[in-house]
């Protein structure tokens, strides 16, 4: 799988907000899925996962949803901090042979 | 060393001369990623390796791009007649068996001049 080189979109939000990231999955027979997160001048690290027999999944302040009726994942962060400020890429897979696609990214701000 | 490990961490090349980027991943895991970054953009898959299965090269972009793995463990991406197009980081990704979480290294740098 492969990512299009396009400028990331960008989702702002203030401090303390909550945030929304979605990714639209290319594949509907996707068998897991991952969530990064990349800081600047580092490597995407993983935040958390859902395998496709879930509709959802909770970590420490992040959520991931599960729609495999549209191919829609998303990403939620309560409560945001300026540490949250990052690239967001979703991921998929079927596993084994075909390995990890990466979505596009979501460029993640927090305001002040 | 406990995580994927990139080198070199920066890389500044003349355009024309051929380049090898290297990447040891996580002991024991089969499954290889490279991927490339341009700035402010996102992940373009390169190459993957699984285990001892032929790797899927469908998004080298050119056929002056290869890599190799050998013994199953430590993989090199190699570049030939570098381009200043090819300028952007190139990360490396292991994991255990390509159906669990990917580790990245912090990449190689590459800057074409």
């Known amino acids: 799988g492969e990512s299009v080189g396009l400028h990331l979109p960008t989702l702002s939000v203030q401090e303390g907000d909550n945030s929304i990231i979605n990714c639209a999955y290319s594949?509907?027979?996707?068998?897991?899925f991952i969530w990064y997160k990349q800081e600047s001048g580092k490597g995407p690290q993983f935040i958390i996962d859902?395998?496709?027999?879930?509709d959802k999944r909770q970590g420490q302040r992040v959520t991931v949803l599960l729609n495999k009726t549209v191919k829609h994942l998303s990403l939620q962060i309560a409560a945001t901090q300026p540490g949250d400020s990052a690239v967001y890429f979703c991921a998929e897979t079927l596993g084994g042979a075909d390995g990890l696609t990466f979505g596009k990214g979501t460029h993640l701000i927090i305001q002040p | 060393g406990a995580g994927v490990s990139q080198s070199p961490s920066n890389k500044v090349t003349e355009k024309g001369k051929d380049v090898e980027l290297r990447c040891d991943p996580i002991?024991?895991?089969?499954?290889l990623y490279w991927y490339r970054q341009s700035l402010g953009q996102g992940l373009e898959f390169l190459i993957y390796?699984?285990?001892?299965?032929?790797?899927?090269k469908s998004g080298l972009p050119s056929d002056r791009f290869s890599a190799e793995r050998t013994g199953g463990s430590v993989s090199t991406l190699t570049i030939q007649r570098t381009q200043q197009e090819d300028s952007a980081v190139y990360l490396c990704?292991?994991?255990?068996?390509?159906?669990?979480?990917?580790?990245f290294g912090q990449g190689t740098r590459l800057t074409v001049v």
């Open positions: 002991s024991g895991h089969t499954a």
């Open positions: 594949n509907s027979a996707s068998d897991y």
């Open positions: 859902i395998r496709s027999n879930m």
């Open positions: 990704a292991s994991s255990w068996d390509g159906y669990t979480e990917a580790f």
């Open positions: 390796f699984q285990g001892n299965s032929a790797p899927d």
